[in-house]
């Protein structure tokens, strides 16, 4: 099974909001870099559906689904610009940023494109 059909499977079991918010994203991505490759790494017994991954060049961001939010990891948040303010989490860190979205969030679609460019950028400077 392709990586793009894991992926499917694993937001098709997730059949409340955490999916769709999901999936959303990942349009998004797809549309801000057509390009990008999604993968599934971190398969597991605790979690055997893995973790969506979007890469170029590097990983640029996950996915991660947890009971009350859904979490966008970008592992160089950190040294990526973002004027929109979408990082909300992760600020601890020295290297990674992340965006939680809860329930009933709205997530600024054309910010968030422009930070998966951003993010992709990061591997070509």
């Known amino acids: 099974m392709d990586n793009?059909?894991?992926?499917?499977?694993?937001?098709?079991?997730?059949?409340?909001w955490r999916g769709?918010?999901?999936?959303?994203v990942r349009a998004l991505i797809k549309a801000a870099l057509p390009e990008v490759v999604e993968e599934v790494k971190w398969v597991k017994p605790t979690n055997p559906g893995g973790v969506p991954v979007?890469?170029?060049g590097?990983?640029?961001c996950t996915g991660e689904c947890y009971k009350a939010k859904v979490k966008l990891?970008?592992?160089?948040?950190?040294?990526?610009?973002?004027?929109?303010?979408?990082f909300n989490a992760g600020f601890d860190g020295?290297?990674?940023r992340a965006i939680d979205i809860?329930?009933?969030?709205?997530?600024?679609?054309?910010?968030f494109k422009a930070l998966m460019q951003e993010a992709a950028a990061f591997y070509r400077r």
């Open 4 to 16: 793009a059909t894991r992926i499917d499977k694993l937001l098709a079991a997730k059949s409340d």
């Open 20 to 24: 769709q918010v999901l999936a959303e």
């Open 54 to 56: 979007w890469s170029l």
């Open 58 to 60: 590097g990983i640029l």
């Open 73 to 86: 990891t970008f592992a160089h948040g950190a040294a990526l610009a973002d004027p929109a303010g979408l």
């Open 94 to 96: 020295k290297v990674r």
């Open 102 to 111: 809860t329930e009933g969030e709205a997530l600024d679609g054309d910010a």
